[in-house]
């Protein structure tokens, strides 16, 4: 994002005072970012924009409290996973639902327990497929999966944000990649 400092200051400013146009161009630059992130976690697509919604809304009663240390983006970012989080958490509470928690150890084989996303996107499939792809993964399996690979958070901060095991956190990610290995590989042959 090409944000001059200054630019930025005079939109926060403007969102604060409330000046109309400034929340539009707002809107319109950090859309796209957010809404990269509530994809990932979110069920739907209707869903994910409602969280987003509520991503602005947090991040607009917030602008006073940022201090221009370190990335604006970044800690627009933040929010925005806050904001998944606190939405999966809501629907977690709604279902009651009750996991027990499950060790696994991991294969001895170190490819098998390797998915690289980067070269995924690079070399087979566009954005929205590998958008799909995750979509397709159970919806623990892909909020691990999102904390791990997209936001780096370590396997004790998910289990501190999911309410889970560390070990579990652990084998949520390698269940989402054994899945992912199926999914890509259903689809290859299918493009075959």
């Given at each position: 994002?090409?944000?001059?400092?200054?630019?930025?200051?005079?939109?926060?400013?403007?969102?604060i005072?409330?000046?109309?146009s400034?929340?539009?161009?707002?809107y319109?630059?950090?859309?796209?970012?957010?809404?990269?992130?509530?994809?990932r976690?979110?069920?739907?697509?209707?869903?994910?924009?409602?969280?987003?919604?509520?991503?602005?809304?947090?991040?607009?009663?917030?602008?006073?409290?940022?201090?221009?240390?370190?990335?604006?983006?970044g800690?627009?970012?933040?929010?925005?996973?806050?904001?998944?989080?606190?939405?999966?958490?809501?629907?977690?509470?709604?279902?009651?639902?009750?996991?027990?928690?499950?060790?696994?150890?991991?294969?001895?084989?170190?490819?098998?327990?390797s998915?690289?996303?980067?070269?995924?996107?690079?070399?087979?499939?566009?954005?929205?497929e590998?958008?799909?792809?995750?979509?397709?993964?159970?919806?623990?399996?892909?909020?691990v999966?999102n904390?791990?690979?997209?936001e780096?958070?370590?396997?004790?901060?998910i289990?501190?944000?999911?309410?889970?095991?560390?070990?579990?956190?652990?084998?949520?990610?390698?269940?989402?990649?054994?899945?992912?290995r199926?999914?890509i590989?259903a689809?290859?042959k299918?493009m075959?």
């Amino acid at each position: 994002m090409d944000l001059s400092t200054e630019k930025l200051k005079t939109l926060i400013k403007g969102c604060i005072e409330g000046t109309p146009s400034m929340q539009k161009e707002f809107y319109y630059t950090f859309y796209p970012v957010m809404m990269r992130i509530g994809a990932r976690y979110a069920p739907t697509t209707e869903d994910a924009e409602q969280w987003v919604h509520d991503g602005f809304i947090k991040v607009y009663n917030s602008l006073g409290q940022f201090a221009f240390q370190g990335s604006f983006e970044g800690w627009v970012k933040k929010v925005m996973t806050r904001v998944c989080l606190d939405n999966i958490r809501a629907a977690n509470a709604k279902k009651n639902e009750i996991e027990q928690n499950t060790y696994f150890t991991l294969d001895t084989n170190p490819a098998a327990n390797s998915i690289r996303v980067g070269n995924l996107v690079d070399d087979k499939f566009s954005a929205a497929e590998v958008l799909n792809i995750l979509r397709k993964l159970p919806e623990k399996q892909r909020h691990v999966f999102n904390l791990y690979v997209f936001e780096e958070y370590s396997h004790k901060e998910i289990a501190q944000e999911l309410d889970i095991k560390e070990n579990h956190s652990h084998w949520l990610l390698h269940q989402a990649k054994k899945t992912l290995r199926s999914i890509i590989n259903a689809d290859a042959k299918i493009m075959i």
